[in-house]
């Protein structure tokens, strides 16, 4: 028994030196006016270090707090993923014993690209294969930033006279075989090497961020890529597996990614993407000449045709369906295929013929209701209209006079306002108003490109 007790006082011993040791390398980065600023409301008149010391990092992001003002342990644990405090594991980083006899990689950086600079260079330095070389503007006070990283092998100057961005660092032309995450991102997440390029370009890694992928648990920032993260899911949806704020985390971590495509835009390099951009539906699908009628196709939430989940207008889509009779013209309501095991067999005699919603289509107008309200967000539901040439009447996206012309659509504000715009429409509104449907069509298009021009775009401009 007491050998035993004298075993437990030994390990309590080495831990708690090993802890002492940490607080004291740490206690060399760790800026005290910077914590004791940033998060007063937390610290409770305790010690800004040791309330560091004392955080679980495995916990929910929101509770994460950096050390000082350059590190970022949010984003640090998505490039390194660790049991431990993210600083404490980065000051026990080795130094680096690369091959002299290997090209040297250069990293060059903007002011404004820092901290991504750094995480690449974190990530070479890892490597341990070549000698890395930092070319910094010539006026630029990095403080401590990359104090560690010159200790490990980093070599810095500040000769960056023409200020290349970091995208002219030639890393990202090298073979360095970065890492391919198969485990954490297939099928959903995935690698892509473009074409166009006449040699070898930069790896791009994809980022599907949405309930449906491990994104949330597992998705991993790779340094040495270029990181684009994409979520289309309504905003109402996105708390995502172990994020409880996507918004704020994607701000949080944003510096270590390339492009996002958000709902909104917060940063230089997020592009404003209103909502989930592809129409599902191929034209040569659809009868060539469309018949005067007005459209309708009713789906219900997962749970049925009775639930109701705060934010959602699955109600308001029964009342349109309810309402027919009232429209007072020739009309093709359907009921979902994909979803009739949810519905009462009364409504089994107007499933869809096929998955394929090009019946709805086939009609001149369409009434187009969206899950959900809410700005910047539209679907299929919308642009399938568009690229159909079917005139929409939209209940949906409250500015969605911001990105089509209201003169190619019907924008309603209630399920009542529906029936009274199908009720005025007639035999010659289509033709009056399909000038401007064939513009919406034209910018439908656009956006449903979006996301691959802004890309290409991108790679072009910074790796002609």
């Not at 040699?199 to 991993?220: A, D, T």
């Not at 996507?246 to 909104?264: K, N, P, Q």
């Not at 090009?358 to 919308?382: D, P």
């Amino acid at each position: 028994m007491l050998t035993l007790i004298k075993k437990i006082s030994l390990v309590l011993i080495l831990v708690s030196c090993g802890q002492v040791e940490d607080i004291s390398e740490v206690k060399k980065f760790f800026n005290h006016e910077f914590y004791r600023t940033k998060y007063s409301t937390r610290l409770n008149g305790s010690d800004p270090l040791q309330h560091f010391m004392n955080i679980d990092f495995s916990e929910d992001f929101q509770k994460h707090t950096d050390p000082n003002d350059w590190f970022n342990t949010t984003l640090y644990l998505r490039c390194f993923p660790c049991s431990e405090n993210p600083f404490v594991n980065f000051l026990k980083q080795p130094v680096s014993t690369f091959d002299k006899t290997l090209p040297a990689i250069h990293v060059y950086a903007q002011n404004s690209q820092l901290t991504r600079a750094w995480i690449a260079i974190e990530s070479l330095l890892r490597m341990n294969k070549h000698s890395i070389i930092l070319h910094l503007q010539e006026n630029v006070d990095y403080g401590d930033m990359f104090k560690h990283h010159v200790k490990r092998g980093l070599i810095i100057k500040k000769d960056n006279t023409k200020n290349k961005s970091f995208y002219k660092s030639n890393f990202f032309m090298m073979d360095l075989e970065p890492e391919k995450y198969k485990d954490y991102f297939q099928p959903k997440q995935f690698w892509l090497l473009p074409s166009y390029l006449l040699s070898k370009g930069p790896n791009v890694l994809r980022h599907n961020v949405n309930r449906y992928s491990p994104w949330g648990r597992i998705g991993k920032i790779d340094p040495l890529c270029i990181n684009i993260a994409e979520a289309a899911e309504e905003p109402l949806l996105y708390t995502i597996d172990q994020i409880s704020n996507l918004t704020s985390f994607l701000d949080r971590i944003s510096s270590g990614i390339d492009i996002c495509f958000y709902y909104h835009k917060l940063h230089k390099n997020w592009v404003l993407t209103p909502g989930f951009l592809d129409s599902w539906i191929q034209t040569k699908h659809l009868n060539p000449t469309k018949e005067f009628s007005i459209s309708f196709l009713l789906s219900m939430h997962q749970k049925g045709e009775d639930h109701e989940q705060e934010g959602f207008q699955y109600s308001q889509r029964k009342l349109i369906w309810d309402s027919e009779s009232l429209i007072g013209k020739p009309t093709r309501f359907y009921v979902s295929k994909r979803s009739i095991s949810k519905f009462p067999k009364k409504y089994h005699s107007r499933v869809l013929p096929t998955d394929s919603k090009k019946w709805v289509f086939n009609s001149q107008f369409h009434i187009a209701m969206e899950n959900t309200r809410q700005k910047n967000y539209m679907t299929e539901k919308l642009l399938g209209c568009f690229t159909s040439l079917t005139i929409p009447i939209y209940l949906g996206c409250p500015n969605v006079r911001d990105y089509f012309d209201e003169r190619g659509m019907f924008i309603a504000e209630s399920a009542e306002e529906i029936i009274a715009i199908a009720q005025s429409i007639n035999k010659d509104t289509y033709k009056k108003m399909l000038p401007y449907l064939q513009e919406n069509k034209r910018r439908a298009l656009k956006l449903i490109k979006l996301r691959e021009t802004s890309i290409a775009e991108f790679l072009k401009r910074e790796f002609k």
